[in-house]
């Protein structure tokens, strides 16, 4: 079964303060990806990566930096959060070249005063 | 701008009647489509999927149907149940990237 960890699973930030969203997965899969949900807006993609030390910009990537340590792992920063940052984050895990069948964890709840 | 637009936030449909989700996409390079089911505070999961080279592709009461030339592509849901009631997204992606792009989604209800 596929498996992808999300930490923590909420979180309550202040303006301007460091946050950081982590995600483990153990499928072995090379691609990695940060969505955030908000409603009217579905699922917009801020980071991906094609294997550890790979960092891509997704669609939304402003306010946002990522971190790919290793094929397991895969960080969300926020350096300076905003209140506009408050979302639902999704980290997601697929394997091949295209993207194909992602499996999504549980998602993190932030919220930014 | 949006890439992949799903242009209807809500459906409702009769239980037992055939639910029809639609989405348009403006990248001609696109050749992977998707539709993910996602419950409220739960993660979503894919549904079905097709390659650009096929036009329909059917699973069970699930058929996505893909029309290239007008760039868009459908999930018909046949025999709809209260418990299709959900949050439903479509995606696509471009062979060679990683990236998937999705939707907005539309919420469907199927009442009883």
């Known amino acids: 079964e596929a498996a992808v960890t999300q930490s923590p699973r909420n979180k309550v930030a202040v303006t301007g303060g460091k946050v950081t969203l982590s995600c483990n997965q153990t499928n072995n899969h090379n691609n990695m990806y940060w969505y955030r949900q908000d409603t009217g807006h579905g699922l917009r993609l801020i980071h991906y990566?094609?294997?550890?030390?790979?960092?891509e910009k997704g669609d939304i990537p402003d306010g946002y930096k990522a971190s790919r340590p290793s094929q397991e792992n895969f960080s969300l920063i926020l350096e300076l959060a905003t209140p506009s940052q408050t979302s639902v984050y999704f980290c997601?895990?697929?394997?091949?070249?295209?993207?194909?069948?992602?499996?999504f964890g549980s998602g993190t709840r932030l919220t930014v005063l | 701008g949006q890439q992949v637009k799903q242009s209807s936030p809500s459906l409702t449909v009769q239980e037992g009647g055939i639910s029809i989700l639609n989405c348009d996409y403006e990248n001609d390079m696109f050749d992977y489509f998707a539709w993910y089911k996602k419950y409220p505070d739960n993660s979503p999961t894919l549904l079905i999927s097709?390659?650009?080279?096929?036009d329909k592709r059917e699973d069970g009461r699930l058929t996505v149907f893909l029309n290239k030339s007008g760039k868009h592509f459908s999930l018909h849901i046949t025999a709809s149940q209260p418990e299709d009631t959900a949050v439903y997204l479509c995606?696509?992606?471009?062979?060679?990237?990683?990236?998937?792009?999705f939707g907005e989604g539309t919420k469907l209800t199927v009442s009883s």
């Open positions: 097709v390659r650009s080279n096929v």
């Open positions: 995606a696509a992606g471009q062979g060679g990237s990683a990236k998937l792009i």
């Open positions: 997601a895990s697929g394997q091949g070249a295209s993207a194909e069948t992602l499996y």
């Open positions: 990566s094609y294997g550890a030390g790979s960092t």
